[in-house]
C-alpha cells in the first residue's frame, strides 16, 4: 500500500551492506580500480591521443582513417628509373654497332667500277680473254698521242672495272706507250733514246722497288715491283722492242670484312705479261 502523500520523509539511512552481497549499485567495489572519469586513473574511453583505442593492442587502424591512429597501410614502391637509362644506352649502343656494321658489309659485297667506258683506241686494245683475266672492262684514255710527224708519241690508257661485271675486288690495268720512233730525224738516236727510255724505268727503279728481269718479251724485258702505293698488290713490267718502250701495271687488293688483303703476285705478273704479249703483237 502506497504511503499517504505530505508524509514526512525518513532520513535517509546510510545502506547497510549485506552479508553476502556485493556492493551497492554505483559505490566502487574493493579491488576493481578507479571509476571512469576519475581524475589520476587513466584516460576515459575514446580520449584523443592517450591510451589504446579501443580493440585492443593488436588493433589496426582501418585505411584511410585520419593520421595518429595507428600504422598507415604500406605504399607501394617508387619505380626506379635505372633501369629505362640502362635500356636507352644499351639501345643506343645497339643500334650504332648495327649501323657500323651494317656499313661495312655494304661496303664488302658491293661491286665496284663505273661504267662500260670509252671506245679504246688502237694502240690500247685488248682482248676479250685479257678483260676476263684482269677483271677489267670498262676503258679510259688519260693520254692520247699528239698527231705530229716528229717527236716522241706517248699514249696513257688505263683499263678499270665495270660495275656489276668485273666483281667487287679493285682492279686496275695501266698501259704507258712510248714511242720513238719519229722521234728525231736519225733512226739512230731514236733507238738511243728508246734504250734511255727503257733503262730509267727499269734498271735504275725508285728507292725500295724490286727489279726482275724477264725473257721472251721483246728484246729487254724487267719485272718490276714497286716498294711503296696504296695498292695491296702491285706489279710492273717495262718491255722494249725497237723504239718503242711499254710500261704496263696491274694493281688492286682483294676486300675483306674487316681489313682488305693482297691477291696472289702470280696472277699479277701473267696478266702484265699477257697484256706486253698483246701489245707486241700489234
Same mark, same amino acid.
Given at each position: 500500500m502506497n504511503a499517504p502523500q505530505n508524509w514526512p520523509q525518513q532520513p535517509q539511512q546510510p545502506h547497510q551492506t549485506q552479508p553476502g552481497y556485493g556492493p551497492p549499485a554505483g559505490a566502487p567495489a574493493p579491488g576493481y580500480g578507479q571509476p571512469q572519469g576519475a581524475p589520476g586513473y587513466g584516460q576515459p574511453q575514446g580520449a584523443p591521443g592517450y591510451g589504446q583505442p579501443q580493440g585492443g593492442p593488436n588493433y589496426s587502424q582501418p585505411q584511410g582513417a585520419p593520421g595518429g591512429y595507428g600504422p598507415q597501410p604500406p605504399q607501394p614502391p617508387k619505380k626506379k628509373r635505372t633501369g629505362l637509362i640502362v635500356g636507352v644506352i644499351v639501345a643506343v649502343v645497339v643500334l650504332v654497332i648495327g649501323g657500323v656494321f651494317g656499313s661495312m658489309y655494304l661496303e664488302y659485297t658491293e661491286d665496284v667500277g663505273g661504267g662500260p667506258g670509252e671506245q679504246p683506241t688502237d694502240v690500247c686494245a685488248i682482248s676479250d680473254d685479257l678483260k !676476263? !683475266?684482269?677483271?677489267? /672492262? /670498262?676503258?679510259?684514255?688519260?693520254?692520247?698521242?699528239?698527231?705530229?710527224?716528229s717527236g716522241l708519241k706517248h699514249s696513257h690508257c688505263m683499263w678499270e672495272q665495270a660495275k656489276g661485271k668485273d666483281g667487287k675486288n679493285p682492279r686496275t690495268l695501266s698501259i704507258h706507250v712510248y $714511242?720513238?720512233?719519229?722521234?728525231?730525224? $736519225?733512226?739512230?738516236?731514236?733507238?738511243?733514246?728508246?734504250?734511255?727510255?727503257?733503262?730509267s724505268l727499269a734498271q735504275f727503279p725508285l728507292e725500295g722497288d724490286q727489279a726482275k728481269p724477264t725473257d721472251g718479251l721483246g728484246d729487254q724485258a724487267t719485272f718490276i715491283k714497286p716498294g711503296i702505293g696504296t695498292d695491296k698488290t702491285h706489279i710492273g713490267l717495262v718491255v722494249r722492242k725497237g723504239e718503242i718502250v711499254y710500261l704496263i701495271d696491274y694493281f688492286g687488293r682483294d676486300k675483306g670484312f674487316f681489313s682488305d688483303s693482297e691477291f696472289p703476285v702470280d696472277q699479277a705478273e701473267a696478266v702484265v705479261r699477257k697484256a706486253a704479249e698483246e701489245m707486241l703483237a700489234k
Open positions: !676476263q !683475266q684482269a677483271k677489267t /672492262s /670498262s676503258f679510259r684514255l688519260v693520254v692520247k698521242p699528239h698527231d705530229g710527224k $714511242d720513238y720512233r719519229v722521234h728525231l730525224k $736519225d733512226p739512230k738516236k731514236n733507238l738511243e733514246s728508246a734504250e734511255s727510255e727503257y733503262a
